[in-house]
């Protein structure tokens, strides 16, 4: 191979690191069975950051609703398993599905106005799915939630044990799929166009490249891979409620995405990590008042400058292509 | 040269904003391997009417024709890809990428690999051999892996017209190439551009008259947004319009 | 019907009253801040701590419920809000994410998680019904639609009439050329600040009966004062008045009409005018 052949797919190879991080990730369940609770949330919640990265880090866009995705995701995923299949991977299938549709639909709605319309809309979608989940109660469960789904055995072997055990497995494994998946569709033309598009979208569209249908498509994806972790949530913990859609969900996960830096995919899975854990250290003092804290820590970090913030972090993002 | 066919024009084109009229009824013609000057003082509207032709600015009046189809509602992108490409007066470069990583994203694209997403870029071969001759050709292979950011004004100005190669244009459209460009430097430039393959039909804004001479067999000056006049180097060069325009009055009363 | 008419107006006229600072600031300083319901909670709670603890009558009540938040205001401009005018969209939208936060759980800490009740004074109470009861008029609806009215008047003919109204709107038009001009931008984002946020504040005061007042009132209100500007715009305040208007006898109408969909509408609605017109259906011009 050239020289300036491996000079352009560097990037795209998978370092040594990344590899390591995915094995530690694999063994911890062994290690502490009784946090496989709280590792399959992390795991979860990684993924459902890395989608939004898709969003605020790909495109720009500032999403205030991503999880009317999540909620999505749970919901359908719950429903099936509890009144079609109760097999994993099948509801998986299903949520996806259903977000993709939805995730497609809503893309054609953020790609006219301003940022504050954009906003909105993201933030309107949260809050319209939020209010029908409310409000159709006879199918949602309403305000208490959608009970009592049973789980069946993931590939229809490994049973869903009271530690958690499985369900992290599970959650880590999908969250190690759609990063693969994720990494080496970023790491493709379609992905350089992308980076074009962020980095000059006069001159992207100047040699070709369509931006809206690029925005639309990652848009999509996004909500699909947010669905996916939805799913997860839901059947991880046999529960989905209206929470699912709140604005704390979403707000959160910006706030994740700023502590791991955004538009390269391991800054959705570094944020989710610190948060959670900051998460479960500040709620062990204060349990109520975590959203002061948290309020305060954004007042801060965007005051003082979010670059110096995440520069530790930025220490193995590679120059160039992701 | 004028029996080549015509591969862009335009009739008639009208550009307003607000009460001005940048751009007055301006009607072009761009024959098959032409190398094409437009001159004219600052603010004469040249660039505006580039991008008319390529889609950044929508006409207030008139039509243009691309290789004898009409574009004149057809998107920016959409006109690039049907061979129509120009470079900036000011660069429009991607600054996270190195030249390579610019090169390669536009040869894949052109390529039509921006569907296919499951191969990394660069497993191509075709991508590798064109990136290769393309660096070669406007000599960017030392600084190839160098984020566009910090290279040399003179580099950057080079890879500004390599991305626009790199697409395969019928038609190019250069606004003021050497533009800011030192003088040790432009001769590499205008060298790179004069060795352009004779097919490719080129239309180039410039101030430098001595390029605009030495390059062009066609010139079209343009004032105040409309055409002054139009012809071969040697009658615009002894027009006295033109001379006017350039120069002043060229005679005092008596 | 009429009913639901008038009481969508006073509604409206009480979300026009809480929006048309975010409205303004969001047009001068191009800065999305959600902050702006905290201010407007600060007014509520302002009014309900003086009613309870110093028997301070409602109506007295009101100036202050207007001075501490426009104070308050001033001071996080100067000191806050200022750093941020030329940061990128997202880092405003999570400065002000934070601040609410702030707020919310202030508030949940001193004051506790349950909605407050304000005691409206006996002459405030009651009703007048019209035409045998078609149009049934509560007497604190009509007064906050006079009062409202009233502000919104003194509004425009400030922005119309006064030389800080014309620097206003110069301001808005552009920025640096009416700095060029010798306006001293920074004073009118800070007065502009203040005010908007005063008027957040009464707004609160005088809705915390209407709309209920409780911690996480900035957040749910949040997208209701968004709907005012987005669909407003930010270019006038007639836009965001008549947003406002619209926006209240929507939801009055469709909580009646059709309790089963409730805000389910409103929402609709909104991601509908802003697809089919993203500058707002008001506004001059894109923003």
């Known amino acids: 191979m050239s020289a300036i052949q491996t000079s352009i797919m560097a990037p795209s190879r998978f370092k040594s690191w990344e590899l390591m991080v995915w094995v530690v990730a694999f063994v911890m369940p062994f290690l502490m069975p009784n946090y496989s609770l709280l590792i399959s949330e992390i795991a979860i919640t990684a993924l459902f950051a890395l989608s939004l990265d898709l969003v605020l880090g790909y495109t720009g866009i500032v999403s205030l609703g991503h999880a009317a995705f999540f909620g999505m995701g749970a919901y359908a995923a719950a429903l099936f398993a509890k009144h079609v299949n109760p097999d994993p991977s099948f509801g998986l299938v299903i949520a996806l599905a259903v977000t993709t549709a939805l995730g497609a639909f809503c893309s054609l709605t953020i790609m006219r106005g301003s940022d504050l319309t954009r906003l909105m809309v993201t933030l309107g979608m949260a809050l319209i799915l939020q209010e029908l989940a409310n409000k159709l109660d006879w199918l949602t469960g309403g305000a208490d939630g959608l009970q009592g789904v049973m789980m069946g055995p993931v590939l229809g072997r490994f049973e869903f044990d009271l530690y958690g055990q499985t369900a992290a497995w599970y959650a880590i494994t999908v969250a190690l799929l759609f990063f693969i998946l994720m990494r080496r569709w970023l790491s493709s033309s379609f992905g350089a166009n992308l980076q074009a598009i962020r980095d000059n979208r006069l001159r992207a569209m100047s040699i070709g490249i369509h931006v809206h249908s690029h925005l639309a498509i990652v848009y999509t994806v996004a909500a699909a891979v947010a669905g996916v972790a939805g799913g997860l949530h839901a059947q991880t913990t046999g529960f989905a409620s209206l929470d699912v859609f709140s604005f704390d969900r979403s707000a959160d996960l910006m706030l994740m995405l700023v502590i791991g830096g955004t538009g390269w995919l391991w800054g959705g899975i570094a944020g989710a990590v610190v948060f959670k854990f900051l998460h479960s250290v500040i709620s062990a003092i204060t349990p109520q008042y975590w959203t002061f804290w948290i309020g305060l820590f954004l007042v801060v970090l965007v005051s003082v400058g979010r670059e110096k913030f995440i520069r530790p972090l930025t220490w193995f993002k590679k120059e160039g292509a992701p | ?254 | 019907m009429l009913t639901i008419l008038f009481d969508g107006i006073a509604y409206g006229m009480l979300l026009f009253i809480l929006a048309v600072g975010l409205a303004v600031t969001m047009g001068l300083m191009n800065f999305i801040n959600l902050a702006h319901g905290a201010f407007a909670m600060a007014g509520g709670y302002i009014t309900v701590l003086l009613m309870q603890h110093a028997s301070v009558p409602f109506l007295a009540c009101l100036p202050i419920a207007f001075i501490v938040p426009a104070l308050l205001g001033a001071l996080l401009e100067k000191t806050l809000y200022r750093r941020m005018y030329s940061k990128p969209h997202l880092d405003q939208v999570l400065f002000s994410i934070g601040l609410t936060f702030m707020a919310v759980a202030s508030i949940d800490y001193f004051v506790g998680s349950s909605p407050q009740i304000i005691q409206l004074p006996e002459y405030l109470k009651g009703r007048t019904e019209l035409w045998d009861g078609a149009l049934g008029m509560g007497h604190y609806r009509l007064c906050i639609i006079a009062v409202c009215a009233l502000l919104t008047v003194l509004l425009q003919s400030v922005l119309s009439q006064t030389r800080f109204g014309s620097r206003l709107r110069a301001s808005v038009d552009d920025q640096r050329v009416a700095a060029g001009l010798g306006i001293d931008v920074n004073v009118v984002f800070l007065v502009t600040f203040a005010v908007g946020s005063g008027l957040a504040g009464l707004g609160g005061a005088m809705g915390a009966e209407v709309l209920g007042l409780d911690p996480i009132f900035p957040l749910k209100f949040m997208i209701y004062f968004l709907i005012v500007v987005a669909v407003g715009g930010t270019s006038s305040i007639t836009g965001p008045l008549l947003a406002a208007l619209l926006l209240g006898i929507a939801d009055v109408a469709g909580k009646y009409y059709i309790p089963k969909l409730g805000a389910f509408i409103v929402y609709s609605l909104m991601i509908v005018v802003l697809i089919w017109r993203p500058q707002g259906l008001f506004s001059r011009g894109s923003k």
């Open chain 2, 1 to 254: 040269m004028s029996q080549a066919p015509i591969v862009l024009e335009c009739q008639n084109l009208v550009k307003r904003f607000g009460g001005i009229a940048a751009t007055q009824h301006v009607s072009l013609q761009l024959h098959q391997g032409a190398r094409h000057a437009l001159i004219g003082p600052n603010g004469a509207g040249k660039t505006t009417l580039i991008n008319l032709l390529t889609g950044v600015l929508q006409p207030s009046e008139g039509s243009i024709q691309l290789l004898g189809e009409d574009i004149t509602q057809l998107a920016l992108y959409l006109r690039v890809r049907r061979g129509m490409v120009r470079t900036f007066q000011i660069n429009q470069l991607f600054d996270s990428f190195t030249p390579l990583q610019t090169l390669a994203m536009t040869v894949s694209q052109h390529f039509g690999l921006g569907s296919k997403w499951w191969k990394p870029i660069g497993t191509d071969a075709r991508v590798i051999d064109r990136c290769e001759a393309l660096l070669e050709q406007f000599h960017l292979t030392e600084v190839m892996n160098q984020p566009t950011r910090v290279l040399a004004y003179g580099k950057r100005r080079l890879l500004e017209i390599a991305i626009a190669l790199a697409c395969e244009p019928r038609v190019l459209l250069l606004d003021e190439p050497v533009a800011g460009v030192p003088a040790g430097e432009r001769k590499e430039l205008l060298r790179t551009v004069s060795a352009l393959p004779a097919d490719v039909s080129i239309l180039l804004i410039e101030h430098d008259m001595d390029l605009v001479f030495s390059f062009a067999n066609r010139m079209t000056v343009l004032v105040n947004g409309a055409v002054l006049t139009e012809g071969t180097p040697e009658q615009i060069a002894n027009d006295d319009k033109v001379r006017e325009v350039y120069l002043g009055q060229s005679h005092v009363n008596a």
